[in-house]
């Protein structure tokens, strides 16, 4: 994943680094708990040590992975002015149902991904379906059996 060029918010980029700062501040706190484990005798069946070391573990692959993120990541604010013709990454999408329901979303990296708050990952099946899509577009969700269809009303840069 290092060196993976991938471009992303400021806002997602500045996330990226404050989840860095607080799993960084856990290393002495998880290095402490594997010490008073250890001291505790028999490590085959130390279950408090066995635990912390897979928190540590996990702790040391999530920092890995986003620092590979942040070294290849392109904040989208800073390549000048992106066209609003398409669905591109960081494009802001509002689109119509088959119902007539109108939704919004924004086009994210995986790693921005908040359905919660409307920011759609380009690597789902929503926003695989939008991304390159001009206005007007009418295009097909490949989500249960049957899909669904979306209508691309405005694209634009917020």
């Not at 992975?65 to 609003?84: H, M, V």
């Not at 990454?89 to 790693?111: H, Q, Y």
Request: charged share 30%; aromatic share 4%.
């Amino acid at each position: 994943m290092s060196g993976e060029q991938t471009f992303i918010t400021r806002k997602g980029y500045e996330n990226l680094h404050k989840q860095l700062a607080e799993l960084q501040k856990r290393r002495p706190v998880i290095s402490e708990a594997i010490k008073e484990a250890r001291e505790k005798g028999d490590l085959k069946e130390n279950a408090e040590y066995h635990a912390a070391k897979e928190e540590m573990a996990h702790n040391e692959r999530r920092i890995q992975e986003i620092e590979g993120k942040l070294s290849g990541a392109r904040i989208l604010e800073d390549q000048g002015e992106l066209p609003t013709d398409k669905a591109y990454i960081g494009a802001t999408v509002l689109v119509k149902d088959d119902s007539g329901e109108e939704m919004k979303f924004t086009l994210v990296d995986p790693a921005e991904s908040d359905v919660a708050s409307g920011l759609i990952s380009i690597t789902s099946p929503i926003g695989q379906s939008l991304l390159g899509q001009p206005v007007d577009a009418k295009v097909k969700v490949p989500v249960g059996k049957a899909g669904y269809h979306l209508t691309i009303l405005k694209i634009s840069r917020d």
